[in-house]
């Protein structure tokens, strides 16, 4: 891939040294660096196993004991507890010890942010964490590791140890409502910004797709870092076709 247009990378710089007010939005993109592969991408977890994506739709979830034991027998093997941040998080990191940065937020649940260091109170986890498991009757929730264990010990499908009710992961699965306060903390961010940063998300999943749009009615910048087109493309005021594990460090410097 080639090397970042540093002319493209300056302007960028230069308006993140001079915003108050700096978003980031980050999704699976970021992370595929670290060994998580994204969802629908070409080499996408979803694309290769379409059956797979069943156990992200809540509706299935609850309704069939056996995709519940997939799910489970797939968190067992998830490369997420072997990721570690890359380049790009440790470079988000750098931007907000600078006061580039101002908020993230962020569409995985890998927990990669917040292992690179960024702040939990500048950190909004949209679409929750797999490092927790969650009970769906109760408001029991736990380290997804004592869970696990109980899955490898023999429990293809463990109960709520409270309530008896179904587990599943501290994530948000299509069908499931956001956490209220953390979409409320997120819009605002973005109703605020006056640099909005998309960074590794085909901008196709609302409601977090929709923080762009809220950024430009406010006047923010749209600066859009991702491998494949999104929508909002042609209303951005940059977009870069990069790795972000190469440009993002980049940008860090340069600010």
Known sequence: MATPDLSDLNVIASWLRDASNVVALTGAGISTESGIP????????????????????????????????????????????????????????????????????????????????????????????????KCMQCDWRGPMAETLERVRAGEADPECRECGGILKSATISFGENLVVADLQRAQLAAARADVFLALGTSLGVYPAAGLPQLALRAGARLVIINEQETPFDPVADVVLRERLGVVLPDLAELT
Do not use: C
């Not at 156990?55 to 995709?67: G, Q």
């Open 38 to 133: 994204d969802f629908r991408g070409p080499q996408g977890t979803w694309t290769k196993n379409p059956e797979a994506e069943k156990t992200a739709h809540i509706e299935y979830y609850m309704s069939d004991p056996n995709v519940r034991r997939r799910a489970w027998q797939n968190r067992l093997t998830s490369e997420m507890w072997h990721a570690e941040p890359n380049a790009a998080h440790r470079a988000l990191v750098d931007l907000e010890r600078k006061d580039a940065l101002h908020f993230l937020v962020t569409q995985n649940v890998d927990g990669l942010h917040l292992a690179a260091g960024t702040r939990r109170e500048a950190l909004v986890e949209v679409h929750g964490t797999v490092h927790e498991a």
